[in-house]
């Protein structure tokens, strides 16, 4: 999911990010953007923690009697990755994208990104997700 | 008893004018005071300064990108800026905008949903708008903080959005008075 800050793509839309020759690219339903190599200043991954079930299911524990809803929410959590970059546009412009993605997928993604030539400051860590995955990722 | 015509229209003619010129207000179709002065300068985004490891990289680039998106839809100014971008070199009226990182704190959005007072995500940072020729404009210490409901990143929004709330409420100098009061 394309968290924020990609040209052209409204914040939260869903969609399949992968790693070309090119760059970076995420094509979604009507929409499309990516980044190119040479224009990645640097590649971040991090985990974070979230709450399940979007606003639907937020609402639906507040009305569960007896305190319910809260102990909903201890086992509607999961873990997810984002990924952000950092690039320069034509103009020398800063950019900042962020994506979140399943588990495990970032630095898969950022290992490729280093591979195809990106500056990352923070060398990618191997995973063992690297031998199962090695093309794109569907978020 | 009949009630005096003309005196009721004269009456009414006095209370309409004031009573419009304040629904205009409020609607936001006459410009505040200070907006002028705002429209006439552009502004430059630099991104938060932190110490390492004080900020996480998605945050520092969410209040970055958050801010940006604020500052543009706000239409306060002629032309908002990315950092670097070599086309605000040749602005005019350029205001410089820097983040200084007070204080972060990563709360969790589970812990939130199950205690509705524990958890919640607060950054604070240390506003500063300076002209070009070094005039601070502006210095300020801005929070924004996540309590309820959200995921932790919202409290970027929540920044983004007083920043761009207190830029709109304090009124910025004129140009041409702020070149002045800096030399």
Known sequence: MHVLGLEGVKRNHHGTLTVQASGLNFAA?????????????????????HQTGGKVLTVAKMGVPYGGGRVLSLFSKEKIDSLTVEYRDANGALHGTIFSMPLGQADVLKKQLVDLGAHASIPPMQSRSDKKDEGGSKQ | MKPNRSLLSVSFANIAGPALLLCAICLGLIPRAGAAEAAAWSIQVEPVQAEEGQLPPDFSMAIYEDLLAQLKKGGQFQQVYRSGDHQAESAPNLLTLHMTLLNFERGSQTERAVTTVKGATKVQVHLKISARDGNVVLEKDVQGTVRLFGENLKATFALAKSIADTLRDTPLPAPGAAKASGQ
């Not at chain 1, 200043?41 to 974070?48: L, W």
């Open chain 1, 29 to 49: 339903k009507n929409t499309s953007g990516s980044i190119t190599i040479a224009s990645i200043q640097d590649v971040f991954t991090s985990q974070e923690s």
